[in-house]
């Protein structure tokens, strides 16, 4: 059995994807997911970057346009409005007025920022050759742990995403994702098995296979995501998550609703 649901797929708003949500649907309807939520790009609450999020003024006709795709298939395919945001220290309260001025369904947290860099960004990936990528690590980790503190979030988005262009720590991180892992389950967040990973130049779901052991041995509960960028990747390499998640030792993942759990599924 694959997952029932996709629960991180993005729309053109955020400046780099491409197809209309009703082509996502489409997608999932053609594989038999009974389910879909749409968590594309909340406005950076730092600054404006067309390129990677959409604006504040355009966070009306997002949940218009779900909405009105979640009317046009409800006979077919459940689905729900969520959102993906940047978890930028400083300005959590921001985020918050951001988050709660629609009723998403859940929100994915997610790090792509250590100290206004954007490390997973193509456009400044040359600052990696510059910089501590230990310290990369540490840093990335510590972001989580804050971001799950700040009970902004649901589920933490992606959460070995430093390794995207593929940069390996060189010291052993288990103690920073234990200690991570710890935190996610206080805070009450879910990770995510995101297969994007594998179609990045590290070729490796998010999160790796010895990290995902770890959340689980810890307690912290799991849901899937392709990360869709188009249409065409809608529930993409499912089964090999699948087979991760058993991996890992997981037996069961969750579904959200209004932001909380709503259903445990069997694997
Ligand atoms: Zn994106
Ligand atoms: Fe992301
Ligand atoms: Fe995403
Ligand atoms: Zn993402």
């Keep these: 059995m694959t997952p029932i649901y996709d629960y991180h797929m993005h729309t053109p708003l955020c400046g780099h994807a491409i197809g209309q949500p009703k082509e996502y649907a489409e997608t999932a309807i053609k594989l038999g997911l009974e389910e879909i939520g749409f968590s594309d790009h909340a406005p950076l609450v730092s600054h404006e970057d067309p390129r990677i999020t959409m604006s504040m ?117 288990t103690t920073e994702i234990t200690k991570t892992a710890k935190v996610f389950k206080d805070s009450g967040m879910a990770v995510e098995i995101n297969t994007s990973g594998l179609r990045k130049p590290i070729k490796e779901m998010y999160p790796a296979l010895s990290n995902l052991k770890i959340y689980c041995k810890t307690g912290v509960p799991l849901t899937f995501g392709s990360d869709a960028h188009d249409p065409n990747d809608v529930g993409r390499d499912y089964k090999a998550a699948v087979e991760l998640a058993k991996q890992a030792g997981y037996k069961e993942y969750v579904m959200f609703k209004q932001r909380k759990i709503e259903k445990i599924i069997k694997l």
């Design 57 to 173: 003024k355009q966070l009306p006709t997002y949940y218009k346009m779900i909405e009105e795709v979640r009317e046009k298939y409800k006979k077919q395919l459940r689905i729900k409005v969520a959102i993906e945001a940047d978890f930028i220290p400083g300005l959590e309260a921001k985020t918050k007025k951001i988050l709660d001025d629609y009723p998403y369904d859940y929100v994915i947290g997610s790090v792509h920022f250590i100290k206004n860099w954007g490390f997973d960004d193509p456009d400044t990936r040359e600052t990696w050759d510059e910089i501590d990528i230990n310290r990369v690590y540490h840093d990335y980790y510590d972001l989580l742990r804050q971001s799950a503190q700040s009970k902004l979030f649901n589920i933490m988005g992606h959460v070995d995403l430093v390794k995207k262009f593929g940069h390996r720590a060189t010291e052993d991180m």
